[in-house]
């Protein structure tokens, strides 16, 4: 039975006990054995519906809140950037529209274009700090790119084009290392201590850089883009990509003030890597390699690792981990292998892991066809 039949089968019962199963909401048609890459994307907003409204039923709220609820219930630009992205996706104008204006009404707060970081609610200032961050920032004027054109509001391309100038100069910077590279800073302050800076290396997404940049004409955004490609295949060098590090005019090392393990911030790095397209880069092939070493079936799938011996220091059983690592794995397996090590997706988890494994779906189906769970 080829998988576009299934999906009529199975349409009616993809929430079951908690779950979700991504082999028929992901299905990409008919397999022609020996011929995996012949597989062609499916339209999402059709065929996965199902797992969209079971994300905004468990992590977005009427008013436009995507809510993280294992952070207190704050919300986040993180947040709201991802969840629009996902809108964008399976074309959603109502849910996108929601979310932009409770992000404009309540994180922009700031002088110029940008987020601030995060929203606590139940408190007289639910914006304590209005600094901002600059991955969300940076997913914010995908989003809203995305939404220009896939909606045709002249609003959000004008948008996207604020928060892309002004991100570029508050967060987009020399490298202190490589005066000739653009790195990007994790915020507009805070991350630059005397002659050197913080960087993370997780911030970077870059389809979404390239992408704002060709989109919104600032050209800043996609030579970091191109940059941080270098900076990647550098760390990767040295084992998994760090949460954090430290670039200094004598070189890149581990942060002094943040994490400086290979754990929740990091494991983004690979996936967005895939969805870029690069999955033959040394950081996805280093985590491909501590992930075929260290996950195991039924056991919980390492989450914070040491860069340089992959020694587990933390791990967790929720299924978003699991498509990350069952994502990269299959990116690097021989070709005419098909068919991710993914689980079906799970109501039960937080939000950050939920979305993890949602974008880890989309780029399988976008990027490699053939890691679509069967």
């Excluded at 995996?36 to 008013?63: C, E, F, G, I, Y």
């Amino acid at each position: 039975m080829i998988r576009r039949d299934c999906l009529k089968i199975l349409g009616a019962n993809l929430l079951t006990a908690g779950a979700v199963a991504p082999a028929a909401a992901l299905a990409s048609g008919a397999f022609v054995p020996g011929a995996a890459r012949a597989m062609v994307p499916v339209n999402l907003a059709d065929s996965a519906r199902p797992l969209w409204q079971a994300w905004k039923a468990t992590h977005l709220d009427a008013t436009g809140r995507v809510i993280d609820r294992l952070q207190g219930d704050s919300s986040h630009s993180e947040g709201q950037g991802y969840g629009m992205v996902l809108a964008t996706e399976f074309n959603d104008p109502e849910a996108f529209a929601a979310m932009f204006g409770w992000t404009e009404m309540h994180l922009k707060q700031r002088g110029d274009g940008l987020l601030s970081w995060r929203w606590l609610p139940g408190t007289l200032n639910a914006v304590p700090d209005r600094n901002n961050a600059s991955d969300g920032d940076l997913f914010y004027a995908w989003a809203l790119l995305r939404a220009a054109r896939a909606f045709g509001d002249q609003r959000y391309l004008d948008r996207a084009v604020q928060v892309a100038q002004d991100l570029a100069a508050a967060c987009i910077v020399r490298n202190p290392a490589d005066r000739d590279r653009l790195v990007m800073l994790p915020a507009s302050v805070g991350f630059a201590h005397d002659d050197a800076i913080s960087v993370n290396p997780s911030y970077y997404m870059p389809l979404a850089m390239r992408e704002v940049a060709a989109g919104t004409g600032v050209s800043a955004l996609g030579v970091a883009a191109q940059d941080a490609d270098a900076l990647l295949a550098t760390l990767a060098g040295g084992g998994l990509i760090p949460d954090w590090v430290d670039i200094s005019p004598a070189g890149m090392g581990p942060s002094a003030r943040m994490s400086a393990n290979s754990g929740y911030e990091a494991l983004r790095v690979p996936l967005f890597l895939i969805w870029s397209g690069m999955s033959e880069h040394p950081a996805v092939r280093q985590a491909a390699s501590v992930y075929g070493r260290t996950v195991t079936p039924g056991a919980p799938v390492p989450t914070v690792m040491e860069p340089a011996s992959g020694v587990v220091l933390e791990s967790s059983p929720d299924a978003g981990y699991r498509a990350l690592a069952g994502l990269v794995t299959c990116s690097v397996r021989a070709p005419g292998s098909v068919g991710a090590d993914m689980p079906p997706y799970s109501t039960r988890q937080p939000y950050y892991p939920a979305t993890l494994q949602m974008f880890a779906m989309i780029a399988a189906n976008q990027i490699l066809p053939e890691c679509v769970p069967l």
